[in-house]
């Protein structure tokens, strides 16, 4: 069975990211290629991303230095330009604004179905707004209409959180199917970043999984205890409020957090760019599922015990959701993974979970996904990875590729076993809170 490389990495932010440019340049190359064919598969031209990409790269300077400079490190590490580099740390930004354009030629071509009556109003709103936004110059919006819903197809991702009076050891997990391109498959990684061991001091040690050739993390867990998992969401608002701090450098904020208020911060404190839903956990029993369009945030809380969510809007009734008009099966994932998870016979542990990530209902756009053969290659999407955070081990479980086709690898934020007692670190979470006079 195949493993995932796992990087160790220091407090150096140029440092860091050329030993992730140096090791994992080959993938860093091909994600490249990769987003620009996705990006030309929905009307988009390279020259056009790039420049976009020159201008992302500019506003995470502003936003995030640290950020950038480890941008720049991947980027001398690999051999390519920080506009490369850039492009792929807000491929999320670019997407989904060629995610929503190919919502929107649904609607256009569906005039006369309610669904597309009920979000003209949003449509024009947003085209009222878009004024020097990314979305209103960037490629996306002049690719044709002409996709045919047949063609369409984009992220899905099914995640849960579980609180410790559902799990099997008494801790904290949280965890997903990460379903995207399947070409990315094999061009992930893990990075084990060792910064600050004394809780409430720098940043913390964090471990997490991400795409070669991005800085931050869309599920991992640091120090304190503190972790994520992600789905995608697409809003009729996505790309209207223009710049804002972009997706991959959110998820690197709530992984720089001591306490979890301050990991809420990055996604709540600035309106977004798009639409993504973050899960944030805390080893000490805390889940909140925020889903955050470019205007709004709503919450939803474990209840039982249990959350789940996958990638339409759930509690958010201000702005009209669209990912499922394109990929519908978002309707019945997270609904059947709570069911599941509910009904394990039992407290829930990791090879329970490794199971239920592995359903096939309704394959292949089950929640182990796998590609439907009848869309264009570029647009195929399979379970990348699936993903269990244990958040009060500090360890990530995580395969390499369909969880029915591959193990859980087992990657510990501190491999000693005597750092690995969730006992140690609910004393480093008093401390920390001591740290902070909280
Ligand atoms: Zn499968």
């Known amino acids: ?146 996709n045919s819903p047949a063609a369409l197809e984009q992220e899905g991702c099914t995640l849960f959180g579980l609180m410790p009076e559902t799990t099997a050891s008494g801790h904290t997990l949280i965890g997903q199917n990460w379903d995207w391109l399947a070409k990315l498959q094999g061009r992930v990684f893990i990075m084990r970043v060792e910064r600050s061991s004394e809780p409430g001091v720098g940043k913390p040690d964090f471990v997490g999984f991400t795409e070669a050739g991005i800085a931050g993390c869309k599920m991992g867990v640091n120090a304190a205890g503190i972790g994520l998992c992600v789905n995608g969401l697409v809003t009729s608002r996505d790309g209207a409020n223009g710049f804002r701090k972009p997706f991959h450098v959110r998820c690197r904020e709530i992984l720089d957090a001591w306490t979890f208020d301050k990991a809420l911060l990055p996604v709540v404190q600035t309106d977004r760019c798009c639409s993504t839903n973050f899960l944030i956990g805390h080893a000490d029993g805390e889940i909140i599922d925020i889903e955050a369009t470019p205007d709004y945030c709503s919450y939803m809380y474990p209840v039982d015990g249990v959350v789940t969510h996958a990638n339409h809007l759930v509690c958010e009734t201000r702005i009209a959701s669209q990912f499922e008009r394109i990929a519908p099966h978002s309707l019945y994932r997270a609904h059947r993974l709570e069911r599941l998870l509910r009904h394990s016979g039992g407290e829930i542990g990791i090879d329970t979970i490794h199971t239920l990530l592995s359903d096939h209902f309704s394959a292949p756009a089950s929640i182990c996904r796998h590609p439907d053969t009848t869309l264009p290659e570029p647009k195929r999407v399979i379970s990348v990875t699936a993903a269990a955070v244990d958040l009060s081990a500090r360890t990530l479980y995580i395969t390499d590729g369909p969880p029915c086709q591959s193990d859980f690898q087992v990657v510990p934020l501190y491999p000693s076993a005597a750092a690995n007692d969730p006992a140690l670190f609910t004393n480093n979470a008093a401390l920390t809170s001591n740290a902070k006079g909280l």
């Open 1 to 146: 069975m195949s493993e995932l490389t796992v990087l160790e990495l220091g407090s150096d932010p140029r440092e860091r990211g050329k030993i992730h440019g140096r090791e994992m340049r080959a993938e860093i190359r091909d994600n490249y290629a990769t987003y620009i064919e996705r990006f030309e598969t929905g009307g988009a031209k390279e020259c056009a991303v790039l420049e976009q990409s020159d201008a992302w790269a500019e506003f995470i300077a502003r936003d995030n230095p640290e950020y950038a400079d480890e941008m720049a490190g991947i980027a001398e590490g690999a051999n390519l330009s920080l506009t490369e580099i850039a492009m792929l740390n807000a491929r999320y930004e670019l997407a989904y604004c060629v995610f929503g354009s190919e919502a929107k030629s649904l609607n256009s071509s569906a005039a006369n179905s309610p669904a597309a009556n009920g979000s003209a109003a949003n449509s024009s709103a947003t085209n009222g707004s878009a004024a020097n936004s990314p979305a209103a110059n960037s490629p996306a919006a002049n690719s044709p209409a002409a």
